[in-house]
């Protein structure tokens, strides 16, 4: 089964995608292309899909780079396959055919390209990451290595949208405390939930940042099952694991 890939033009000159569940080895809950090693899925079968993953960007299994995921404000800069893999949600390269990939089931993958100063940068965005600084972290990580932050283009790819973003209070208070302008990522929903917006938010780190582009393809994980793995919509389902997509980038 052909392997489905989202790619944007924003990133031209670069091997990238976005990968959806389309082409995978995976069965059950996890039907389709879950490349996430911490899921219960079977360890071999992970192993196949990012096989497939790597064969697809034209690289060996072994320089696909994905980091320990913990929901960080934390960049590393990469000249090779980290060993330990270290705890981070964003990455940068300035290496050629080394591929830099972050697993996400509702949160931001984002992928960054400067074509022209040869430095690429990937980074997992949850609300956490956002709202403490990962975007922002991972431009800093670029810039390290030569990027300039005018020539660096920036996408977002398949991420829970806000119509499916239900949120408390609380989580409302968080981004107010950071800035009161933020309230415009939210839209009230019923009774004391608010709707969160959290592709909105993502361009408008990426723009403050300073970037010379930024955009989002516009695809919802919640709304689309067929097509994406969502950790929400698998909560709401009462399902025991969920599916991890894998975007990729390399020079």
């Known amino acids: 089964m052909t392997l489905d890939i989202i790619t944007s033009d924003a990133l031209q000159g670069t091997r990238h995608g976005f990968f ?30 990012r096989a497939r993953v790597a064969q697809a960007v034209d ?9 320990h995921q913990v929901h960080s404000a934390r960049a590393v800069a990469l000249k090779d396959t980290p060993d330990p893999r270290p705890q981070a949600d964003g990455m940068a390269t300035a290496t050629p055919g080394l591929a830099l990939g972050v697993l996400t089931a509702d949160c931001q993958p984002v992928l960054f390209a ?14 956490r990451g956002a709202l403490d600084g990962v975007l922002e972290a991972t431009i800093d990580a670029m810039e390290g290595l030569g990027a300039a932050r005018a020539t660096i283009r920036a996408v977002i790819g398949p991420t829970i949208s806000q119509r499916a973003y239900e949120v ?44 010379g582009h930024a955009e989002w393809t516009r695809h919802c994980t919640y709304s689309e099952p067929a097509r994406f793995y969502s950790y929400r919509r698998a909560t709401h389902a009462g399902e025991a694991d969920y599916g991890r997509l894998i975007s990729v980038i390399r020079l």
């Open 20 to 49: 959806a569940r389309g082409g995978g080895a995976s069965s059950g809950v996890f039907a389709g292309l879950n490349c996430g090693q911490g899921s219960s899925d079977q360890s071999e079968i992970v192993a196949i899909n």
């Open 168 to 211: 408390g209070p609380e989580f409302l208070d968080d981004f107010m405390a950071d800035d009161p302008q933020n309230h415009r990522f939210f839209a009230n929903g019923a009774g004391d939930r608010f709707l969160f917006d959290l592709p909105a938010y993502g361009l408008h780190r990426l723009r403050r940042a300073g970037v």
């Open 59 to 67: 690289v060996p299994p072994d320089r696909l780079v994905t980091v």
């Open 114 to 127: 400067d074509t022209e100063n040869g430095v690429i940068g990937a980074a997992h965005a949850g609300w």
